[in-house]
């Protein structure tokens, strides 16, 4: 299967600082996705990302694919109050999930 | 719409004690998934449903069953639950299993004492 590995586990940012989580595999990866969870909440479905290279926006999050599909990262800029939550990326066919970066925002 | 409907939403059980989690879409999806998640482990696949009519072992599917009832409807059995089963579990459903965005419900929160 496609695993991946996500760092940092967690991190903790003061409002308006720049944030980003990173997903590695040993694999080629034919795709990868990135999910959003906050608290309490379910996993919801952020992007996916299919070729070499491909980079991705929406709004103050980039999303990029590694030229070698084997690495993504997600880039807050700006964090807001509303960031908290905890992102995931997932490849494979059946989603292997990374065990997720918590973000913490403090005001 | 309901998209992924999950109940129930919380339940506690004495080990030993058996149940179903019942999972059902609303969006004509052809794949359906059940996974656990548990503090620092991420999401993991119990099971997961490629089509109607087939299940598949996911990582951990040890102590669990599932039934793809239909096309709409995908549950899960604890036969004996274990305290070690103590998880929220989400299933999430997808127009197919070829790496495509998968739906959530909001969990089941599940307590074995």
């Known amino acids: 299967g496609q695993q991946v590995m996500q760092i940092p586990q967690y991190q903790h940012v003061q409002e308006g600082e720049d944030f980003t989580t990173y997903c590695n595999s040993s694999?080629?990866?034919?795709?990868i996705q990135w999910y959003k969870q906050r608290p309490g909440g379910h996993p919801v479905f952020l992007i996916q990302?299919?070729?070499?290279?491909e980079v991705k926006k929406q709004k103050r999050l980039t999303f990029q694919f590694g030229e070698a599909k084997k690495n993504s990262s997600l880039h807050i800029t700006a964090t807001q109050t509303t960031d908290v939550g905890t992102y995931f990326c997932?490849?494979?066919?059946?989603?292997?999930f990374g065990k997720g970066t918590s973000l913490l925002v403090t005001p | 719409n309901a998209g992924v409907t999950q109940t129930p939403k919380f339940q506690v059980l004495k080990t030993g004690q058996s149940m179903t989690l019942q999972c059902a879409q609303d969006?004509?999806?052809?794949?359906m998934y059940w996974y656990r998640q548990d503090p620092g482990m991420g999401l993991r696949l119990i099971y997961y449903?490629?089509?109607?009519?087939?299940?598949d072992k996911g990582e951990v599917p040890n102590g669990y069953n599932v039934s793809r009832l239909n096309k709409r409807e995908f549950s899960l059995r604890l036969e004996s639950a274990a305290p070690s089963q103590t998880s929220v579990y989400f299933c999430?459903?997808?127009?197919?299993?070829?790496?495509?965005?998968?739906?959530f419900g909001d969990g089941t929160r599940l307590s074995i004492l």
């Open positions: 999430a459903s997808s127009e197919s299993y070829e790496g495509q965005p998968q739906h």
């Open positions: 694999t080629t990866l034919s795709n």
């Open positions: 990302l299919v070729k070499s290279g």
């Open positions: 997932a490849a494979g066919y059946a989603l292997n």
């Open positions: 969006m004509n999806h052809n794949s």
């Open positions: 449903s490629a089509s109607e009519g087939t299940t």
